[in-house]
């Protein structure tokens, strides 16, 4: 039971951030307001994949630092995208600002692939369960220029 635990609290913590932006942005989502583009989900997907997405980062991070292996550079980038990735949907639904959103979440994709390599590097299997966020990322950057684009 105490190994559980010890898994559990690397996934709480980006599951807690998740949460609280969640809670921050929820009275500001215009989701159904919005011309979206081609391929947009529905509006249920995003806490959906989002959690499971969440998850994902605490158990990647998880498996690294019970090898102990984060040092201060991987701690750095983990946390340093789990700040953009937060601050991204204040920008997008709270400030409206959708083009500063894109050029923001290009900075998220430019990160999350630092932090890929470098928890690759370090463990196959934690850079690799990082894949699906890369792509829901990359994904999310068309839909938010498609959002500009389509609503400016």
């Known amino acids: 039971m105490n190994k559980f635990f010890s898994k559990l609290k690397y996934i ?3 599951v807690i951030v998740g949460g609280i932006v969640g809670i921050i942005i929820s009275s500001f989502i215009d989701y159904d307001n919005l011309s979206k583009p081609f391929l947009s989900p529905p509006k ?3 806490p959906i994949v ?6 994902l980062m605490g158990f990647s991070y998880g498996i690294l630092s019970e090898k102990n292996l984060v040092d ?8 340093l995208q789990l700040g953009i990735n937060a ?9 409206k600002c959708r083009l500063f959103a ?5 900075l998220l994709d430019i990160v999350v692939i630092f932090m890929i390599v470098n928890f690759y590097k370090k463990d196959k299997k934690a850079g690799l369960i990082q894949i699906p966020y890369l792509i829901w990322i990359l994904f ?3 839909l938010n220029l498609g959002v500009y684009l389509l609503n400016k």
């Not at 989002?50 to 998850?55: A, H, K």
């Open 12 to 14: 709480i913590v980006p």
């Open 87 to 95: 601050l991204w949907s204040i920008f997008f639904f709270v400030l």
């Open 72 to 79: 201060s550079k991987t701690k750095f980038i983990y946390y």
């Open 50 to 55: 989002w959690t499971i997405l969440y998850i």
């Open 140 to 142: 999310a950057s068309y």
């Open 102 to 106: 894109f050029i923001w979440i290009l």
């Open 44 to 46: 249920i997907a995003f």
